[in-house]
């Protein structure tokens, strides 16, 4: 987040929510903005294909079909141009390629958005007005957004967006992701991603890799990125990936197209799952290392607004569970690298060492509510929010992008778009949650959400058994009829092995971030036995 979570209820004048349903991923989040509209200070603006809790707070909805993002968010941004509505102050004193952007947006008017995107043209219009009448406009999004072959130029588009209505740098504005697990940003910023180092200082900066090899008092840092989630198992089909070692993830619930994904992890001349619990990727690996959970062990969560926690141990492992930490020091030692720490705070006053954005930080300054990166210097408070005056590269980008239709569409053998993504009662893909009796007797098992004019038509009542097939599996679950999810399309979550939702998906990815196409594919829908 560029911004902070407090900001959306005390600064924001008007928050655009998109890919996003915030009430039931993101709870807390929400009762932030929901305590904002029901007192009146800030107007919602709900972007999303399915009518989530959020559309009922919203002061308007744009309902777009899926995979469309690109197209509505110029259409946005059209309409701000072409209505002088956008921020010329902001846009001349802080960034560059406005003429590039408006070619690009020029032919997203808003009754060619509407054809694309199905919303309405009026409502493109009303949306594109209030956004840009905002002293303080916030954008809220999440995977429902970046889970596309065109997530990245998604997330270009909405940084197009804030910037031309001068909402960056400032209290309430910015371009805010919602984090989808707890320390996903700490992951990320500690270079848990295949192509930079801790600090996002990339692997093929030379200058980045020499300060590494220095400190861990190595040579021959690789100097080219490596693979990400997919092409991993991609390689390890083709037989180029020989070994896998997964920590704290279930690829054999969670990652798109199930059975090419089990094809590989069994091609593996050697699969390690280090984890909670015997999970359906533990279950067929060589060798499982049994991890302690986050109550077992002490250091350190970065939330989705870079807010920086402390973790403390509260109890002692279980059985023979071992921290993550103590585990990868055992395994390096054992492989030739000496490595062992005293405690979970000398390895933070390593990353904070190495990572230019947590140099400041320390346990004891962690102490409380934690700190917020950018924190450079041992007295500096910390960066409720970024950009503040310019940018890291100086002025920003506006990038002039394209739509493309989505890797797959509707046809007459699959007419149903599917979208998949969570609920409220279960999380990822229920190795904790369907071990806990309270979120198992609210949501006990996989429902396929669909409208009632198709399940009129197919014949199929609320509570049926339906089989929901794609090009590559199909599943058995039961049909939840009802008006949240739009004629043409179901929505399944992905949380349930025995009716895994990405047996459906596609592996399409997007060319930069790699990241799958979990949210739009093909599939058809017929009334099943039990």
């Known amino acids: ?184 940003q700490g992951a990320c910023d500690l270079g848990a991603l295949p192509n930079v180092l801790p600090g ?31 092409e991993v198992v991609h390689g390890a089909v083709e037989g180029s990936v020989k070994a896998l070692y997964v920590m704290g993830e279930n690829p054999m619930v969670s990652d798109p197209d199930l059975h090419h994904v089990k094809k590989g992890l069994r091609s593996l001349d050697l699969l390690v799952v280090q984890d909670l619990f015997l999970t359906e990727t533990a ?47 055992d395994l390096a030692t054992r492989m030739g690298y000496p490595m062992a720490y005293d405690s979970a705070s000398d390895i933070f006053d390593e990353l904070a060492r190495l990572t230019p954005q947590y140099r400041g930080m320390s346990y004891g300054r962690l102490e409380g509510e934690g700190l917020q990166w950018p924190c450079p210097t041992s007295s500096h408070p910390g960066t409720k929010f970024l ?8 002025r920003g980008k506006l990038h002039p992008v394209e739509w493309i239709p989505p890797a797959e569409e509707r046809s007459r053998r699959f007419p149903f778009l599917l979208n998949t993504g969570r609920v409220l009662y279960q999380y990822h893909t229920g190795s904790m949650t369907r071990r806990s009796e309270g979120p198992n007797e609210r949501y006990p ?18 509570g049926d058994w339906v089989q929901v097939t794609s090009r590559r599996g199909s599943l058995k679950a039961r049909a939840a009829v009802g008006r949240v999810t739009p004629e043409g399309s179901v929505f399944i979550p992905f949380h349930f092995a025995e009716a895994a939702a990405n047996n459906l998906t596609i592996a399409a990815l997007d060319p930069v971030a790699k990241i799958p196409s979990y949210k739009v594919c093909a599939v058809r829908v017929a009334k099943a036995q039990p």
């Not at 950009?387 to 100086?394: L, N, S």
């Not at 098992?445 to 609320?462: G, N, Q, S, T």
């Open 1 to 184: 987040m560029t911004n902070s979570i407090a900001e959306l209820e005390n600064d924001a004048d008007v928050i655009l929510i998109t890919g996003s349903n915030t009430t039931q991923m993101h709870p807390v989040i929400s009762s932030f903005i929901k305590r904002a509209v029901r007192a009146g200070r800030t107007k919602v603006i709900v972007a999303d294909p399915r009518r989530i809790d959020m559309v009922e707070l919203a002061e308007i909805w744009l309902r777009q079909r899926g995979g469309t993002d690109v197209a509505w968010l110029n259409g946005l941004i059209h309409v701000i141009l072409a209505e002088d509505l956008y921020d010329h102050e902001f846009v001349e004193q802080r960034t560059e390629g406005l003429a590039e952007l408006k070619e690009a947006v020029a032919p997203y008017t808003p009754d060619r958005v509407e054809q694309i995107s199905g919303i309405p043209a009026d409502k493109l219009r009303s949306a594109a007005r209030l956004y840009a009448s905002a002293k303080a406009g916030s954008i809220v999004y999440a995977m429902g957004i970046t889970q596309h072959i065109s997530g990245t130029d998604a997330v270009k588009s909405l940084a197009n967006l804030a910037m031309i209505c001068g909402n960056l740098g400032i209290p309430g504005g910015g371009v805010n992701p919602l984090r989808g697990q707890n320390n996903v």
């Open 283 to 329: 279950q067929i690996a060589d060798v499982v290392l049994p991890a302690a959970c986050f109550a077992e062990k002490d250091g350190t969560f970065t939330n989705t607004e870079r807010r920086v926690q402390r973790v403390r141990k509260a109890v002692d492992p279980p059985g023979q569970a071992r921290s993550d930490g103590d585990i990868i020091c």
């Open 387 to 394: 950009h503040k005056g310019v940018f890291p590269r100086g």
């Open 445 to 462: 098992e996989c429902r396929v959400e669909m409208h009632p004019a198709d399940a009129k038509r197919l014949k199929i009542r609320d």
């Open 200 to 230: 996002y200082q990339l692997v093929t900066n030379v200058e980045a890799r020499a300060r590494f090899a220095e400190s861990w008092g190595v040579t021959g840092l690789p100097d080219r990125p490596g693979l990400t989630v997919v």
